[in-house]
């Protein structure tokens, strides 16, 4: 079993900064091969924002790749999110996001943490 805990979400102004951090623990984590972010608004399905290999490789969405950046201790089994001009649109719950490789054809088993809100105030 793997549990996600995050923690770092707040109110900020829109411009703000704020940095979300996530472990994995349990018996499984140390066979997580990638963890991320993804987030949900109020009435809106949830949305990839970043995710990052145990390898480094890094993947963003669009509307926040200049603004936030994704990086992972791997022996920790912690990421980190830093999110940087934050506006009103980024409002939303973030939930971190680990993925544990199963199978030699890249089949596995996600891992989802119950989630940290972000409200951004106008």
């Known amino acids: 079993q793997v549990q996600l805990v995050e923690s770092g979400g707040g109110l900020v102004q829109a411009g703000g900064s704020l940095r979300l951090s996530c472990t994995a623990s349990?018996?499984?984590?140390?066979?997580?091969?990638?963890m991320g972010w993804y987030r949900q608004a109020p009435g809106k399905q949830r949305d990839l924002v970043a995710t990052?290999?145990?390898?480094?490789?890094?993947n963003y969405a669009a509307s926040v790749e200049d603004r936030f950046a994704i990086s992972m201790d791997n022996a920790k089994k912690t990421v980190y999110l830093q999110m940087n001009g934050l506006k009103p649109e980024d409002t939303a719950v973030y939930y971190c996001y680990g993925f544990r490789t199963i199978t030699v054809e890249g089949a596995g088993r996600d891992y989802w943490g119950t989630g940290t809100p972000v409200t951004i105030s106008s």
């Open positions: 349990g018996r499984s984590a140390g066979g997580i091969d990638r």
């Open positions: 990052i290999t145990n390898g480094g490789r890094t």
